[in-house]
């Protein structure tokens, strides 16, 4: 068999998970941020580049706009009513017809490895098998199918239908298969939904392929939290936690360091590059790269954000779709989102949002600051307590501040509107009109002082007065 044009990938993710307790399907449910679908897709993608479908059917359109917008060069096939796992190979025939082999695999076995998959297609090649399935040895095997061996070769038990001489075997079936599509093809017609369950089990193909003679293949893994089937919550927080393990040790070998790894939340699609440091009670999540010999602090969230090298992010930043250059430092306390892009060695301080805006290289927002949809220039300081006013009810307008300004405290830019290069404000100004290049804007009431105001209050106050 050509492994990597003719193998077909389908996932199978219509079933209603109804152990989850959720109104949210089973594929959909996330660990470290991504749907548990995410997990098998990147498998079946990382190991061939060949076609992959997704069965779909309660509450699909949910996975099928995921799928649109993460996955879209997978096919949807429709399982509109759920009669069991045969039931959705069977709906998806036309589809997986048109290869010589499909590699099968169910949508909540997150902990999958691309190299499995490959040791699977590689043993059903060497064997001919017309269907091939990775076993395992199960500590506690309740809920899996059990995998019984006999001369004429394997078949599967489900649970429920099993003897309790049946379900103390151990070896469990793991769900991911692969077939030759012409002897798939010569027996699905046959299943029956004769079961406990009353559903037509995907199982049950390798009995009728094995009474017509064609062989069937079990290949025993030795890991047990691999093929970790998620059928509860219990489960996917099991499958979640020896996720985040690995993904931990696996930047750990690479260069990264963690002071207390155990409390430490990185995403799957996250890149960390070496000499990154991250303090206890960091979550990363996403797309996000972090740069070389960035440091980030205790409880600070980063999702889909570009961080570059050097980048000093301290405790309780929260960062969303942003982009921070070399050398930038952010926080305590900051919050980022929406596509803010902060400059080289800029600063972001304590007490800010930034919202949809650029801050230039090496200017400073150090506290207490709302600056959204707004562009400030090159070493521009904003003094402590300034807002962009860009919301007036109906659109957001923009603000734009140029290069080398010095904002004074309190200052609150009326958006629409625009302060020149080297411009000044006075503290406690409301700008309601552009500032040309080089001015100082003051926009705020004249100060008058009562001579002896204070002194009289007090006089009275101690006579008994108020
Ligand atoms: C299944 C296997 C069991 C195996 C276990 C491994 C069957 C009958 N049993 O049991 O032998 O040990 O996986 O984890 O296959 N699905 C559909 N359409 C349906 C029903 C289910 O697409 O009509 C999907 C589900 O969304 C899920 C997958 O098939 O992703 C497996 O279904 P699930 O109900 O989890 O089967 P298990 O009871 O875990
Ligand atoms: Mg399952």
């Known amino acids: 068999m050509e492994r990597n044009c003719i193998v077909g990938a389908?996932?199978?993710?219509?079933?209603?998970?109804?152990?989850?307790?959720?109104?949210?399907?089973?594929?959909?449910?996330?660990?470290?941020?991504?749907?548990?679908?995410y997990y098998g897709l990147t498998a079946v993608h990382s190991l061939h580049a060949g076609p992959t479908a997704v069965v779909v059917g309660h509450k699909g359109s949910l996975i099928s706009e995921y799928l649109g917008k993460s996955f879209p060069g997978s096919a949807i096939v429709w399982q509109h009513e759920q009669l069991g796992t045969g039931h959705a190979l069977q709906i998806a025939r036309e589809w997986w017809l048109s290869f010589s082999h499909v590699l099968v695999l169910p949508g909540d076995v997150p902990l999958i490895t691309p190299d499995s998959l490959s040791r699977l297609i590689d043993h059903h090649c060497a064997m001919k098998a017309a269907c091939s399935f990775i076993s395992f040895s199960a500590s506690n095997p309740s809920g899996y199918g059990r995998v019984l061996r006999s001369d004429d070769g394997c078949r599967i038990i489900e649970e429920k239908d099993a003897t309790e001489d049946q379900k103390r075997v151990t070896e469990v079936n793991s769900g991911v298969y692969v077939f030759s599509v012409p002897a798939l093809d010569s027996v699905i017609d046959f299943l029956s939904n004769e079961n406990a369950q009353g559903e037509y089990y995907l199982p049950d193909i390798l009995t009728l392929l094995a009474k017509n003679g064609h062989r069937v293949e079990a290949v025993r893994s030795d890991s047990e939290t691999?093929?970790?089937?998620?059928?509860?919550?219990?489960?996917?927080?099991?499958?979640?936690?020896?996720?985040?393990?690995?993904?931990?040790?696996?930047?750990?070998?690479?260069?990264?360091?963690?002071?207390?790894?155990?409390?430490?939340?990185?995403?799957?699609?996250?890149?960390?590059?070496?000499?990154?440091e991250l303090s206890p009670f960091v979550q990363i999540y996403g797309s996000s790269t972090i740069g070389s010999g960035t440091t980030i602090g205790s409880f600070s969230v980063v999702r889909d954000s570009v961080i570059s090298e050097g980048c000093s992010i301290l405790d309780h930043v929260v960062l969303e779709s942003c982009s921070i250059a070399t050398g930038a430092k952010i926080g305590p306390f900051a919050y980022l989102r929406d596509g803010a892009q902060v400059a080289r060695d800029a600063y972001v301080g304590k007490f800010v949002e930034v919202k949809k805006s650029t801050i230039g290289e090496r200017s400073k927002v150090p506290h207490l600051s709302y600056i959204g949809d707004a562009e400030i220039g090159e070493d521009t300081n904003i003094g402590a307590g300034t807002i962009?006013?860009?919301?007036?009810?109906?659109?957001?307008?923009?603000?734009?501040?140029?290069?080398?300004?010095?904002?004074?405290?309190?200052?609150?830019?009326?958006?629409?509107?625009?302060?020149?290069?080297?411009?000044?404000?006075?503290?406690?100004?409301?700008?309601?009109?552009?500032?040309?290049?080089?001015?100082?804007?003051v926009a705020r009431a004249k100060q008058r002082n009562i001579p002896g105001w204070g002194k009289k209050k007090n006089s009275r106050k101690n006579e008994g007065g108020n």
């Open 10 to 37: 389908l996932i199978l993710a219509a079933g209603k998970g109804v152990r989850m307790r959720s109104d949210r399907p089973k594929a959909m449910q996330k660990i470290l941020g991504e749907p548990l679908l």
């Open 226 to 276: 691999e093929f970790l089937g998620v059928n509860s919550s219990r489960q996917l927080a099991e499958a979640a936690s020896c996720k985040r393990s690995e993904i931990i040790d696996g930047w750990t070998d690479a260069g990264a360091r963690f002071q207390a790894p155990e409390t430490v939340f990185v995403g799957p699609g996250v890149t960390l590059a070496s000499d990154v």
């Open 388 to 441: 962009t006013c860009n919301y007036d009810g109906i659109r957001k307008n923009p603000t734009k501040i140029g290069n080398r300004c010095f904002v004074g405290s309190d200052t609150m830019f009326v958006a629409p509107v625009e302060l020149g290069d080297d411009a000044f404000t006075g503290a406690g100004s409301v700008i309601t009109q552009d500032v040309p290049e080089g001015d100082l804007a």
